[in-house]
């Protein structure tokens, strides 16, 4: 019948089946969510009119063990380092630090046990079963590395049982101030990849400047040896005194100075125009002049002209 278990509808725990009145778990349940539930089922015949009666049906979930232990301290390695001092005259017998784990599970499946590893010291430091303090077994003495590292399983009671580990670090001293040299034990792997990546980085970049600088060289080098220009292959052009992209002709041959001219050859191809800029002879004749000047206006020029020649 239509009810809700743990806020949700009882249909998506249960199914029944409608001819053999058989219950099914239409989904797996979690012990530590809710331990049981009750459903009521209707049983109804096929008569005229059918007939039917009500029962109730009770759940009980039964626990597994499906949760890791979960340690509480020291705190799981990656997020803190925490170092437990540990005083030079400590006598056999005391408490040093404790280890605090918790379960998820309930019952039997619960119960947890602690149990030392590995040590850098075996003799030297021991922990409770059931409580996780961790206990001097002798006096401390000088001949103690100053650095103890323990590495502690907590497991719990299920089965199959289930495991977590932690690392504890001991110090050996009566004050900070008097360790020259404190170093991170548990990060000595981490330094040494933040090391590697260091010098990839290092490298990568230093690979890229040599680069950048040899293809700045080869450019300015690329300039330095491109062809002069030349003219016939022999001379140079000097490019300040003529205009762009032309070349002089020295005018030496058997017209009078005042005939001479000024010609500029194109530097680009071997073929080149003559360009006139401007004539040196005074009875030469501009063409716009010869446009517009009438015949009386002519013969006054020539005769000029001829007058210049005769002195």
């Not at 725990?13 to 331990?35: C, K, M, W």
């Not at 977590?164 to 110090?171: E, P, R």
């Not at 009875?283 to 716009?288: E, K, M």
Request: proline residues 5%; aromatic residues 10%; contains cysteine.
């Amino acid at each position: 019948l239509p009810g809700e278990v743990n806020g949700a509808s009882v249909s998506s725990y249960l199914s029944v089946n409608g001819d053999t009145g058989v219950i099914h778990a239409v989904r797996s349940f979690d012990y530590e969510q809710f331990r049981s539930f009750k459903v009521q089922v209707m049983a109804r015949d096929n008569g005229s009119p059918p007939l039917s009666s009500n029962v109730t049906v009770s759940v009980f979930i039964s626990d597994v063990n499906d949760n890791y232990p979960q340690i509480l301290y020291p705190a799981p390695e990656g997020s803190s380092f925490m170092t437990e001092l540990v005083p030079k005259a400590a006598h056999g017998g005391s408490l040093v630090s404790k280890v605090i784990a918790v379960d998820a599970d309930s019952g039997q499946n619960a119960w947890l046990s602690y149990h030392i590893v590995k040590a850098t010291d075996p003799g030297l430091f021991s922990i409770d079963l059931y409580s996780g303090e961790i206990r001097t077994q002798r006096d401390i003495s000088k001949s103690d590395s100053m650095k103890q590292n323990l590495i502690v399983a907590v497991k719990d009671n299920g089965q199959p049982s289930l495991s977590a580990t932690c690392s504890m670090y001991l110090l050996i001293s009566d004050n900070l101030a008097e360790v020259p040299e404190l170093k991170d034990i548990s990060y000595e792997e981490n330094n040494s990849k933040l090391t590697s990546y260091l010098i990839i980085a290092l490298v990568s970049v230093s690979t890229f400047f040599l680069t950048f600088i040899i293809i700045i060289l080869g450019v300015r080098f690329c300039h330095r040896r491109k062809p002069r220009l030349l003219f016939d292959g022999a001379v140079a052009v000097p490019g300040p005194y003529f205009p762009p992209n032309y070349a002089d002709i020295d005018t030496t041959g058997t017209l009078r100075s005042t005939s001479n001219y000024d010609a500029y050859l194109t530097t680009g191809s071997r073929t080149s125009d003559f360009k006139f800029v401007s004539s040196y002879n005074d009875c030469t004749l501009l063409a716009d002049q010869t446009l517009k000047k009438s015949p009386t206006e002519f013969a006054v020029v020539f005769g000029d002209c001829d007058d210049s020649l005769e002195v």
